[in-house]
């Protein structure tokens, strides 16, 4: 942060800001005493500085620059502030923005909705709702499927990440702490993520008779048919970074579509073609009735969307947000839309992805703690275990490398599930960014295991 910056603090009433003030530890121990709560442990990461930061280089507030692989948790599709995007908001800087985009007509959501139908996969007639988050994008379609259904149980799995709060929360399931004491909203009939590293019914891919669907009839038979949907992430995030087989995938479809029900593909954190497809669903062949999408679709605006079959509510005012899809929002996620799609983004992604799995392959060969590397397109994931025969989990291993890579090697990364690691880059990353991230992961997992 250089002068203006503190200016613009003190402008706002806050005179005791010095460039003295501008180390990590102050800031931390300042958030901690105000803000309730953080995701991420403040002993690893630094205070960002929120003046600085190009393309895949974010810095914290004492000058440090990381290499940003999180891509802001799949928010930055186009890394930061990317120059074209900065000077198309400066355009549109006096829309008048302030108008409620679900609760009056105006051109630009109109237009937003019919791209994302256009995009999503499927030829039926579709309709969208917005949203400012992800959660509300996978309850948006939650709330849809069990008014047009008239069910109110659903599908989920384990691991599964789909929101904190409300019925996305009752769906969700990958770290305790999330839901213990919450009461859970919405009754969830949950089986097993296709997880094929770890087969919960000990199969391996060559013999493997898709146990995992056998489950879901079984729990559907022994626990109730009354199924509004079936909530999928298409390649599992939060949980794990975990790549389920399209057969599987297909396999939780058809018996889904057998029961009557819906099926709701949540790609909150792999849709906005992060995986080389517009939706990740698109890879296991399945064509889904809903789709929620969020963080990259804004940008760095809290913007998401559900995705639904016509006419998705039995009348107006079934389901609404004041915020959503305000002019200036749907007008720059139509912008995004448009540059992923000019810039070939769905081709590069898949191609930036195959060589980053490569790559990292090499690393599991010369590393017995590298368990797995597995992703599509630029979501991938590296699963850290005690030895590869074993598998055992390695938690501990993870937290040591994660805090290596991010304070010695410079490299801003995230966990996922109790042992991954995970690579959700912004797609303007180059090859050679790509080189280096993965350098600095090998020297991490090296130095702390
Ligand atoms: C698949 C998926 N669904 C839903 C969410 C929730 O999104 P939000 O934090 O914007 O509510 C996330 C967030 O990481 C996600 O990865």
Same mark, same amino acid.
């Given at each position: 942060m250089d002068e203006k910056d503190i200016e613009i603090i003190k402008e706002l009433g806050f005179?005791?800001?010095t460039s003295k003030q501008m180390?990590?530890?102050?800031?931390?121990?300042?958030?901690a005493k105000a803000l309730a709560i953080t995701t991420q442990d403040r002993e690893v990461y630094g205070c960002l500085d929120h003046s600085r930061g190009e393309g895949v280089k974010i810095y914290d507030i004492e000058g440090r620059e990381y290499l940003d692989v999180t891509g802001g948790v799949a928010v930055r599709a186009l890394g930061l502030r990317y120059p074209p995007y900065l000077e198309f908001e400066n355009r549109i800087n006096d829309v008048v923005r302030e108008l409620p985009g679900m609760d009056f007509d105006a051109i630009p959501q109109t237009l937003l909705a019919e791209r994302l139908g256009d995009i999503a996969p499927?030829?039926?007639?579709?309709r969208v709702v917005f949203t400012t988050s992800g959660g509300r994008a996978v309850e948006g379609c939650l709330k849809s499927a069990m008014d047009l259904s008239g069910r109110t149980r659903f599908v989920g799995f384990r691991p599964a990440f789909h929101g904190r709060t409300g019925y996305a929360l009752a769906?969700?399931?990958?770290n305790h702490k999330h839901k213990n004491g919450y009461p859970q909203g919405i009754d969830v009939i949950r089986v097993s993520y296709p997880y094929c590293y770890r087969c919960p019914y000990g199969q391996q891919v060559e013999s493997c008779n898709v146990e995992c669907v056998e489950a879901l009839q079984y729990a559907l038979q022994v626990e109730g048919t009354d199924i509004a949907a079936t909530v999928m992430e298409p390649l599992c995030g939060e949980g794990g970074l975990i790549v389920p087989p399209p057969k599987? $995938?297909? !396999? #939780?479809?058809?018996?889904?579509?057998?029961?009557?029900?819906y099926f709701i593909s949540d790609e909150v954190q792999a849709g906005m073609g992060r995986t080389g497809k517009w939706f990740a669903i698109e890879h296991h062949d399945v064509v889904p009735d809903y789709i929620s999408m969020a963080k990259a679709l804004g940008g760095g605006y809290p913007m998401g969307a559900s995705i639904g079959p016509a006419p998705m509510f039995t009348g107006g005012?079934?389901?609404?947000?004041?915020?959503?899809a305000e002019p200036k929002m749907s007008l720059l996620s139509l912008w995004i839309l448009k540059q992923i799609e000019d810039g070939d983004y769905l081709k590069k992604n898949a191609e930036k992805g195959e060589y980053l799995l490569k790559r990292l392959e090499e690393v599991k060969e010369n590393n017995e703690v590298v368990g797995d $590397?597995? !992703? #599509?397109?630029?979501?991938?994931?590296?699963?850290?275990?005690k030895d590869k025969k074993s598998k055992e989990k390695a938690p501990k291993l993870r937290d040591r490398v994660i805090k290596n890579a991010v304070q010695k090697q410079g490299l801003w990364i995230l966990g996922s599930g109790q042992n991954c690691l995970r690579l959700t880059p912004s797609y303007i990353i180059t090859e050679d960014e790509l080189d280096s991230a993965v350098d600095k992961i090998e020297k991490a997992i090296k130095d702390s295991a």
């Open positions: 005179e005791e800001i180390s990590n530890e102050y800031w931390k121990e300042r958030a499927g030829d039926h007639k579709k769906l969700t399931a990958s599987a $995938v297909q !396999g #939780m479809y058809d018996v889904t579509k057998e029961h009557g029900a005012s079934r389901h609404s947000e004041t915020f959503s $590397v597995r !992703g #599509m397109g630029l979501m991938v994931g590296i699963e850290l275990v």
